[in-house]
């Protein structure tokens, strides 16, 4: 297959990296005087939307842009211009080299070999760094902006090559300046949720915590925390199952760490982790000797991800080249296989399960909060 390159604004693309029901994700490149060039990520407004769903959606994206142009942290992905090409807004962010969490993790499974649990706790104790951040940020008046990221899961956390940890993806982020103001709908992966968020109830940063909770217990564990075939029995093991300790899969797991986990997966958000903050401190102190240095984490991705380290760069070189050569022209390229850590797929609003009557709803079609859900951890599918 080709694809064929365009201008996007100061931007050409030569990638598609991904399509989801509000917006199209690209690899683009920036060019600049004296053979300056920029690898970044674009993601633009859908060009086929309905004029509703185009308005709808529009909204949306510029929620996120609006949102995304106010965070700068190391552990999240850096968003370099909001702009507009032929009346369709777009997103310019850093380009990523590396891997997604959901893919380290499967690469994991296939070895036989598990994420060392100094490895997984580094992940975490950076992506909290990260939720910290967001959660504490405040506007120009110094009035808290409220963010709550609510899709914190192995799909939007990115390791890169040089052993960065970066949290991605905050368009289904609440925060008091977007316009989010639909009642009775749930944001976020089944999996991956706290009990209120799967309830419809107010959020606060805790659901953030509950979420880095399960990312820890499963990336220690080895599986799901909540194994289950549709996202119905999901949110029934959530909301009434008893939550696994991690030492039942994992006996030989410091105990300080299966403390860390069940404090952070605590139903009642009063008995949880305050802060990502103070969840981090927990992880720094259960690390102690044993923490995990960045090039650790970049040795452990480099030498897992090397054949595709290779072939992608090849190929971005190569398209790169080409773009050169053609002097701004359109130009055919083949198509590359990029990892990207920006899933293109947009959550679909579903509406506020009634917990009651979930236990008889199980064999009932549910639909997933988002158009896939790669089961990442765990061969157990979630639909």
């Not at 110094?142 to 993806?169: A, C, M």
């Not at 102190?285 to 992608?312: G, V």
Request: aromatic share 6%; charged share 25%; with cysteine.
């Amino acid at each position: 297959m080709s694809f064929t390159s365009f201008a996007l604004g100061e931007y050409q693309v030569i990638a598609s990296l991904g399509r989801g029901g509000m917006a199209d994700v690209f690899l683009a490149v920036r060019r600049g005087p004296v053979g300056f060039t920029k690898l970044v990520v674009v993601k633009r407004l859908r060009a086929d939307l309905s004029e509703q769903e185009s308005t709808r959606y529009r909204e949306l994206l510029l929620d996120e842009a609006r949102l995304a142009a106010r965070l700068h942290h190391p552990n999240i992905v850096q968003t370099f211009e909001v702009g507009e090409h032929d009346g369709q807004p777009f997103i310019a962010m850093e380009y990523l080299d590396g891997q997604p969490l959901h893919r380290v993790v499967l690469a994991a499974n296939r070895s036989l070999a598990p994420l060392a649990t100094g490895l997984a706790l580094r992940v975490v104790a950076e992506v909290l760094a990260g939720l910290h951040y967001a959660h504490e940020l405040a506007d120009y008046d110094g009035r808290p902006l409220g963010i709550v990221h609510r899709d914190v899961s192995p799909q939007n956390v990115f390791w890169t090559y040089e052993g960065e940890i970066k949290l991605v993806d905050f368009g289904v982020a609440k925060a008091s300046l977007g316009t989010d103001t639909e009642v009775g709908v749930i944001k976020g992966k089944a999996s991956y949720m706290a009990p209120e968020q799967a309830r419809g109830a107010p959020l606060d940063r805790r659901v953030d915590v509950f979420a880095a909770g399960i990312v820890l217990w499963e990336l220690v564990a080895g599986r799901r925390l909540f194994r289950a075939d549709t996202t119905a029995q999901s949110l029934q093991k959530l909301l009434f199952e008893p939550v696994p300790e991690l030492d039942s899969v994992r006996p030989d797991v410091d105990p300080a760490i299966c403390r860390i986990c069940a404090t952070a997966l605590q139903r009642d958000p009063d008995l949880r982790y305050a802060t990502a903050a103070e969840m981090r401190a927990a992880i720094e102190q259960a690390l102690s000797e044993k923490a995990a240095r960045r090039d650790e984490l970049a040795a452990y991705l480099q030498s897992t991800f090397r054949s595709e380290r290779t072939e992608s760069s090849a190929q971005v070189s190569a398209a790169m080249e080409r773009i050169r050569q053609s002097d701004g022209e359109a130009v055919s390229l083949r198509s590359l296989r990029i990892p990207s850590g920006w899933p293109a797929s947009e959550p679909t609003p579903t509406p506020t399960p009634s917990p009651p009557r979930l236990a008889d709803s199980l064999s009932a079609p549910q639909h997933a909060t988002r158009r896939s859900e790669p089961s990442g951890i765990s061969p157990a599918r979630v639909s």
